[in-house]
């Protein structure tokens, strides 16, 4: 870092939204510095579910962020009623720390500087640069980006007094006694919508463990515990059973923005830090790529002259926003009977590929609403599927393993 140069950019924070927009930046020759708070690669509290739309974002090889492919789910009410879906491309699995880490060097590949562990503290104006102080040292930038995450800091300072809408889950790793049973598992993932109310529970292999996990929408106001929850429905799952469960950890997810403005003057605010999270499934790194995307298209323009920050993204971010909004009626709707929507929703083929086509991105969340309310009559009508028995899947072959 140079002592007294003035950066295009100062990014705080190194996950999916500092990372990604930071390398778009670096590679048009915008003179970028991440402040991250944690030496890189840093643990991060996440499922690690990366969905197609994701993926497609980052134009890159599924072997260069060492993805494993999703092929099929299992889906399943309180472990009971288990039936599985065909999710051909919907999307892979990956390891959070190594994710971010990818993303970041990515960043200084293409000339990024990066500043870690250096805490973000505050930030000041003097005259149209932004003076941000950190525990490494004072920098100085043109731009300031809040990408700090849900209890983002830079948010706190900007907009002082906006609350995110949190959404609550908590996640562990399950290291099975048999090694062969993630192999056996392969590209499958398990969704259990009994797990917990209004919410779900999650399977997903990794290399040496599977992540699982209970994800809680946050319109319930019901007391749940979720370590507790957590330990029962690893308990109950055939393929859990036997596992030893290790670094239990809660997080939260913002999951509305913070308001429809989420940049004043020359600062902005992505991905977590705007509260930019879905609410049916807990989907969030597809939400910090795609507005790390649009503050890099208005950064550009800001800094060609054709158009003020503030204005542009504030703009731009719109058809994030609208869409989440739809993701909350959704999600109103999917959670407001668990047990009938799996039954009547979850248990029809044709409702499920409405889901999968969303988490694909082929549908968003407002064409998902209205194909599924318009074809009522029709899936209302259309046969169910029959459970198999949880104690048989493992044995089936999965159809493909990255
Ligand atoms: C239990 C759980 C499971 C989840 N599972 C999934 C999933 O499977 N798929 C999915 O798409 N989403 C999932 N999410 C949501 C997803 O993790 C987030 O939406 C995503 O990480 C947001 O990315 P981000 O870059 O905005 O913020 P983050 O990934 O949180 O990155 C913020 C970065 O800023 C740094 N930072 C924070 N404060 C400071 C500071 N003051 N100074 C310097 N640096 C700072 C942090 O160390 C961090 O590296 C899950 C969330 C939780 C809690």
Same mark, same amino acid.
């Given at each position: 870092?140079?002592?007294?140069?003035?950066?295009?950019?100062?990014?705080?924070? /190194?996950?999916? *939204?500092?990372?990604?927009?930071? =390398?778009? +930046? !670096?590679?048009?020759?915008?003179? @970028?510095?991440?402040? &991250?708070?944690?030496?890189?690669?840093?643990?991060?509290?996440?499922?690690?579910?990366?969905?197609?739309?994701?993926?497609?974002?980052?134009?890159?090889?599924?072997? /260069?962020?060492? *993805?494993?492919?999703?092929?099929? =789910?299992? +889906? !399943?009410?309180?472990?009971?009623? @288990?039936?599985?879906? &065909?999710?051909?491309?919907?999307?892979?699995?990956?390891?959070?720390?190594?994710?971010?880490?990818?993303?970041?060097?990515?960043?200084?590949?293409?000339?990024?500087?990066?500043?870690?562990?250096?805490?973000?503290?505050?930030?000041?104006?003097?005259?149209?640069?932004?003076? @941000?102080?950190?525990?490494?040292?004072?920098?100085?930038?043109?731009?300031?980006?809040?990408?700090?995450?849900?209890?983002?800091?830079?948010?706190?300072?900007?907009?002082?007094?906006?609350?995110?809408?949190?959404?609550?889950?908590?996640?562990?790793?399950?290291?099975?006694?048999?090694?062969?049973?993630?192999?056996?598992?392969?590209?499958?993932?398990?969704?259990?919508?009994?797990?917990?109310?209004?919410?779900?529970?999650?399977?997903?292999?990794?290399?040496?463990?599977?992540?699982?996990?209970?994800?809680?929408?946050?319109?319930?106001?019901?007391?749940?515990?979720?370590?507790?929850?957590?330990?029962?429905?690893?308990?109950?799952?055939?393929?859990?059973?036997?596992?030893?469960?290790?670094?239990?950890?809660?997080?939260?997810?913002?999951?509305?923005?913070?308001?429809?403005?989420?940049?004043?003057?020359?600062?902005?605010?992505?991905?977590?830090?705007?509260?930019?999270?879905?609410?049916?499934?807990?989907?969030?790194?597809?939400?910090?790529?795609?507005?790390?995307?649009?503050?890099?298209?208005?950064?550009?323009?800001?800094?060609?002259?054709?158009?003020?920050?503030?204005?542009?993204?504030?703009?731009?971010?719109?058809?994030?926003?609208?869409?989440?909004?739809?993701?909350?009626?959704?999600?109103?709707?999917?959670?407001?009977?668990?047990?009938?929507?799996?039954?009547?929703?979850?248990?029809?083929?044709?409702?499920?590929?409405?889901?999968?086509?969303?988490?694909?991105?082929?549908?968003?969340?407002?064409?998902?609403?209205?194909?599924?309310?318009?074809?009522?009559?029709?899936?209302?009508?259309?046969?169910?599927?029959?459970?198999?028995?949880?104690?048989?899947?493992?044995?089936?072959?999965?159809?493909?393993?990255?």
């Amino acid at each position: 870092m140079e002592k007294h140069k003035i950066y295009d950019v100062c990014i705080i924070g /190194a996950g999916p *939204a500092g990372g990604y927009l930071a =390398t778009l +930046l !670096a590679r048009q020759q915008v003179s @970028v510095i991440i402040i &991250e708070q944690s030496p890189l690669p840093r643990p991060k509290v996440c499922g690690g579910g990366l969905s197609q739309k994701s993926f497609r974002q980052l134009n890159l090889s599924p072997a /260069a962020i060492d *993805a494993r492919i999703i092929s099929g =789910t299992y +889906l !399943a009410f309180k472990n009971k009623g @288990v039936f599985y879906q &065909e999710m051909p491309g919907a999307g892979y699995t990956v390891s959070r720390s190594s994710f971010d880490h990818y993303l970041a060097q990515q960043a200084v590949n293409a000339g990024a500087t990066l500043m870690a562990p250096a805490t973000f503290r505050h930030f000041y104006s003097q005259g149209t640069t932004a003076m @941000v102080s950190t525990s490494a040292g004072p920098v100085a930038a043109r731009i300031l980006v809040g990408a700090d995450g849900v209890f983002s800091a830079v948010r706190k300072q900007l907009f002082p007094g906006k609350k995110p809408c949190l959404a609550h889950a908590i996640q562990a790793r399950a290291y099975p006694e048999d090694h062969q049973a993630i192999e056996r598992f392969g590209s499958r993932t398990w969704l259990d919508f009994g797990a917990i109310h209004k919410g779900y529970g999650w399977i997903f292999p990794q290399r040496d463990h599977f992540n699982i996990g209970l994800y809680k929408v946050a319109t319930t106001t019901k007391n749940q515990p979720l370590r507790r929850l957590l330990a029962e429905f690893a308990a109950k799952n055939p393929l859990l059973q036997t596992c030893r469960l290790e670094q239990i950890r809660g997080g939260a997810l913002p999951v509305k923005p913070i308001g429809a403005k989420i940049s004043r003057g020359n600062i902005l605010l992505t991905g977590d830090a705007a509260g930019l999270c879905e609410s049916i499934f807990g989907e969030g790194i597809y939400y910090a790529l795609r507005s790390a995307r649009l503050a890099e298209k208005s950064i550009m323009d800001f800094l060609s002259g054709k158009s003020r920050l503030e204005k542009s993204y504030n703009q731009k971010i719109k058809i994030i926003t609208r869409e989440l909004f739809f993701s909350r009626i959704l999600a109103d709707i999917i959670y407001f009977n668990s047990q009938t929507t799996f039954n009547w929703l979850v248990k029809n083929e044709w409702v499920n590929q409405q889901f999968t086509d969303l988490i694909r991105g082929i549908n968003n969340h407002s064409t998902c609403l209205i194909k599924v309310a318009a074809g009522l009559p029709l899936w209302l009508s259309a046969p169910r599927r029959q459970a198999v028995s949880p104690e048989t899947i493992f044995d089936q072959p999965s159809s493909s393993t990255l």
